[in-house]
């Protein structure tokens, strides 16, 4: 019988070999590759900000729909203690993120750890004498420190004995000064029988405001009257005959 050398083994072995070899080189591979990236990531701290900030947007945007148009700012809180006075960050915690969309006027407080989004915001750009500036860490694409605000929480009773009588002040106040005002609801006064416009002050708070309003309205600023339920509202509108 004529006897062939074992071609068969051989054949065999040689993609073995090259599947081994193959498995042996591909960790090394990546995490070269890992290596080299960061490397260069760190010569070139723009650019790291830049990746950091598309992760960072591609994450948010699982949980929510972000404004189109424009390319966010990022931030990060890193002493909430510093930040507490501001309802934005009455919930926040250090390690948060924050996109700051200047256009859109739009702030979102986002928790990575949780992949959360604790709290979405209009952007108020300008002085308030009621908002300290935050201080946060920021990337090295962020701006100047940034005042994010809530918009005043406004309710509105009709303390006359015409119906839906609140509608159109509610329109009037929503006119002129948009997303700075909430209004939370619109009531019957305990009593239908106020012969003025009354704007109550209720957290004593924003002073600069309430006052602009009872002079848009041509009313006056009091107290809360003896009888009527306090709202959970920052300002209090009484309209009167």
């Known amino acids: 019988m004529i006897k062939f050398p074992s071609?068969?083994?051989?054949?065999?072995?040689?993609?073995?070999?090259?599947?081994?070899?193959?498995?042996?080189?591909?960790?090394?591979?990546?995490?070269?590759?890992?290596?080299?990236?960061?490397?260069?990531?760190?010569?070139?701290?723009?650019?790291?900000?830049?990746?950091?900030?598309?992760?960072?947007?591609?994450?948010?945007?699982?949980?929510?729909?972000?404004?189109g148009g424009e390319e966010p700012t990022a931030a990060t809180v890193s002493d909430k203690e510093k930040l507490k006075n501001q309802p934005f960050f009455a919930r926040s915690e250090n390690g948060d993120r924050v996109l700051i969309y200047t256009q859109a006027k739009k702030a979102i407080l986002y928790r990575p750890s949780i992949h959360k989004v604790i709290d979405i915001a209009p952007l108020i750009i300008g002085p308030s004498e009621n908002t300290p500036t935050p201080t946060i860490v920021t990337s090295e694409n962020t701006p100047a420190p940034t005042k994010i605000l809530k918009p005043v929480r406004v309710s509105i009773y009709n303390g006359t004995p015409a119906m839906g009588f609140s509608l159109g002040f509610e329109k009037k106040l929503k006119e002129k000064y948009g997303e700075k005002i909430e209004i939370t609801e619109r009531e019957t006064a305990g009593k239908n029988t106020y012969s003025e416009i009354l704007v109550v002050n209720l957290t004593g708070k924003d002073t600069t405001l309430a006052e602009d309003i009872s002079q848009f309205l041509g009313a006056k600023i009091g107290a809360l009257p003896e009888g009527e339920i306090r709202p959970e509202a920052d300002i209090l509108i009484i309209l009167g005959k």
């Open 7 to 67: 071609i068969s083994k051989k054949i065999f072995l040689a993609p073995l070999i090259i599947l081994i070899l193959f498995t042996a080189i591909l960790p090394s591979y990546y995490f070269y590759s890992k290596y080299e990236k960061n490397r260069k990531l760190l010569e070139n701290p723009r650019e790291a900000a830049r990746e950091e900030l598309g992760s960072l947007i591609e994450e948010v945007g699982k949980v929510v729909e972000l404004p």
